[in-house]
DNA sequence: AGGAGCTTGTGAACGTGAGAACAAAATCGG
DNA sequence: CCGATTTTGTTCTCACGTTCACAAGCTCCT
């Protein structure tokens, strides 16, 4: 995303480098179910056994894998600690990543206790928040600093990537502040969408929207042939007033 | 099953009611763009406005609409609220979804005290745990209830939808409950493969991922042409030892 | 040593999605 | 009432992603 490589627009770009973007997503689920059969102890798997584990068809996994390079053995299959190092470096988490969260309010609470995130190679760093009554409150062994600080901290602990817990408001701000700080890569909860410049990525990630995702197949489950029929074209006059559906972009 | 009339390979199954899975994933964000044009007092938007505002391409934009029907005015627009209605609709969005919620930890607190839901169309009707010490716990205004309870609150409710926030560990096991008990949707958070059976939708979110995914980008952007190249094929014999990288199963 | 049996890696077919481009339809000014 | 202007809805083409199917390559057994 945002890092096209150079617009080469001749043959398919064979693999310059480059990992199909549905493969990268993809890479750390097999990361995850590698670590999980090591834990167990398993020290050899097939495709058929990995892709069970992480819930793919066997021919995907396979065809994923082989944009990192033959690290399988036919007829045996794939040595667990082996793969699940080479996906850590193709992936870039065999360094630890340096990581700011900005907003500690309910959700940046949470991600603040979380400890998932050290044992996958990130390293959060700062608990950034703009109120006065958070700055200084302890959670677990790092302490909310203010968000005027973000600046240093990004420069002296070389920070590359930001996660925006804000309210929607703010959102744009604070991503602007993160970016010009250095920030390059950005992970964003608040329900809105950010524009950064070219060579900044960003990734959204908006429960609502999972939700209304599933609310839509909900829908269609219980309509398959039950319901009746819904109003096709309600007149543009006298709209059924929904109370506020959708949501605002309020906090 | 030759001549049978359903599963005709033929023609691409011209809009037989179903909208491509990309284009549902992008209506609520338009049905927020919609909401914030509303608010903003805007009556009526242009595809290029809205486009804007959603953050994809107009073509795109007017495309994902026309799998709706034809809600726009050529040479004027699209009406804000009118737009805004049918895309709820298509959604399942005004009528209210009930939602239990699992593993009241700290991210189920989080997601409990959150109020962006009751305006998009969700409303949470209870929130479950294991935990003794947890149930009786007072969040805004409901309380953690057992996970006992799970089956007579899903009939009483009508609850359709369900979200896992417990360790990965017992994760399977609620989920397993939960379809039993007769929900359809689920929305996970914590970071395993869940199986589940036909008929029951499943959307996983992991902020693992997420970060790892922009830290392969992050590791492009920097070695583009200055690392130095990491080594190819350490042998397999004597890896760099990973300190877990990848992360276990683990809460 | 040689063949049987597995499993990988990949070429090719197929399906879905994105974007450019344009004809059709609506408004508006004269 | 007509033509200029605007913007939608749709068609066409290309790119990307998924799945099938199988030859190549490895191990093990006889
Ligand atoms: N809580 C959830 O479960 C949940 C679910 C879905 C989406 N979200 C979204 O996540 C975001 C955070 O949700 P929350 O419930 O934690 O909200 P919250 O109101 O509890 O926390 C927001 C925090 O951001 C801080 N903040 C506000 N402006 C700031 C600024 N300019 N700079 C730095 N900090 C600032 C506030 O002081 C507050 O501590 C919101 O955008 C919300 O829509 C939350
Ligand atoms: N907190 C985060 O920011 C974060 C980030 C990424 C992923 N996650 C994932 O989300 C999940 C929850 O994270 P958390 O930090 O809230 O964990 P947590 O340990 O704080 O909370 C888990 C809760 O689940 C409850 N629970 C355990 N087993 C249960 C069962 N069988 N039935 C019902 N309830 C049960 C526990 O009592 C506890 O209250 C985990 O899987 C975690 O990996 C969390």
């Not at 150079?6 to 064979?14: A, Y």
């Not at 817990?165 to 920030?183: F, I, K, S």
């Amino acid at each position: 995303m945002t890092r096209a490589s150079s617009r080469r627009p001749g043959p398919p770009t064979r693999t310059e480098r480059g990992i199909p973007e549905a493969t990268v997503a993809r890479l750390p689920v097999y990361l995850r179910a590698l670590t999980a059969l090591s834990d167990s102890g398993i020290a050899t798997a097939s495709s058929e056994d990995l892709a069970t584990a992480a819930g793919v068809n066997s021919a995907k996994l396979r065809k994923d894998l082989s944009y990192l390079g033959s690290y399988g053995t036919r007829g045996v299959g794939y040595d667990v600690e082996y793969l699940r190092y080479q996906i850590a470096r193709e992936i870039g988490v065999t360094q630890d990543w340096a990581v700011v969260i900005v907003g500690i309010g309910n959700l940046g609470h949470a991600l603040a206790n979380y400890s998932g995130f050290g044992t996958r190679g990130f390293r959060i760093v700062a608990l950034l928040d703009a109120d006065p009554n958070l700055v200084g409150e302890r959670i677990g062994d790092m302490e909310v600093r203010d968000f005027a600080q973000l600046e240093e901290i990004v420069e002296a602990d070389r920070v590359s990537i930001g996660v925006i817990t804000t309210p929607a408001g703010p959102a744009q701000d604070v991503c602007d502040r993160l970016v010009a700080a250095g920030v390059t890569s950005i992970l964003n909860f608040a329900p809105v969408v950010l524009s950064v410049p070219d060579g900044v990525d960003i990734r959204k990630v908006d429960l609502s929207i999972e939700l209304q995702i599933l609310a839509y197949h909900e829908q269609r489950k219980s309509g398959e042939a039950a319901l009746p029929q819904v109003p096709e074209l309600p007149a543009m006059n006298g709209l059924p007033d929904l109370p506020s559906v959708g949501g605002g972009v309020g906090a």
